[in-house]
């Protein structure tokens, strides 16, 4: 498991740096290529709400991890995963842990993580943590572990404002080579959710579309596609 999840199984290409929109993040950006390349802290935690890309902020970090050629691991706790899989990963540069939240309460993993991170550290590798919320409010019972991940530096993910959204969607519609006018732009957020997830996912159903039948994005051709 441990040389598979190495070689970036369930790390999204298009999970870069690049792709992402640093809105208010730029700090928090900067901090984590950094970390990333072996230059900065050692221990990053960051929180935020679902849908602010914290999740593609970890893979990013992968990626760029290996543009250094630093071997690195992304591991989210939402997996149905045992704690046994935390065994070896000090052996690694980088080690990129999402979803602390989803364990919290559970004390063999709450043990499991506690050991992990000082055995990370004491390696000389690098930890970056996500979770909901900052450590505190996490409701783990192993005060020792909130120590730890409070000990780091702590980040929270700004949200994007719908500009930034929006901007968002023409710079990765871009990337496909599509090109997304504001109009249509304003009206995916108008008619659509506005978390970045549901976003990318009728973007890429447009991709899809707009390549099939060689049409570009307009309004009535969004609407169809997308049923709204």
């Known amino acids: 498991m441990l040389s598979q999840l190495t070689l970036g199984v369930s790390i999204k290409e298009e999970a870069t740096f690049a792709n992402f929109y640093p809105g208010k993040n730029v700090e928090l950006i900067t901090a984590l290529k950094n970390t990333a390349s072996g230059q900065g802290e050692r221990v990053i935690y ?20 290996y543009q250094y050629g630093l071997r690195s691991v992304y591991l989210s706790l939402a997996g149905h995963y045992s704690p046994e899989i935390l065994q070896g990963l000090e052996c690694l540069s980088l080690v990129c842990i999402d979803d602390v939240n989803r364990v919290a309460g559970s004390t063999e993993w709450e043990e499991a ?31 020792d572990l909130v120590s730890r991940l409070a000990g780091g530096v702590i980040y929270a993910v700004q949200p994007l404002s719908d500009n930034e959204k929006l ?35 009728a973007l890429d159903a447009l991709d899809k579309a707009s390549l099939a039948a060689q049409r570009r994005l307009t309004i009535p051709f969004v609407k169809t596609v997308l049923q709204i």
């Open 167 to 201: 901007q968002t969607l023409v710079m990765r519609a871009g990337q496909r080579g599509m090109t997304l006018s504001e109009e249509v732009g304003k009206f995916l957020l108008t008619h659509c959710p506005r978390h970045m997830t549901t976003l990318f996912a």
């Open 113 to 143: 993580l506690f050991h992990a991170y000082n055995r990370i550290l004491n390696q000389g590798g690098c930890l970056i943590v996500t979770a909901n919320s900052v450590p505190k409010l996490l409701k783990l019972t192993l005060p």
């Open 46 to 65: 960051m929180y935020s709400a679902g849908g602010q890309g914290r999740t593609h902020l970890l893979q990013a970090c992968c990626h760029y991890a």
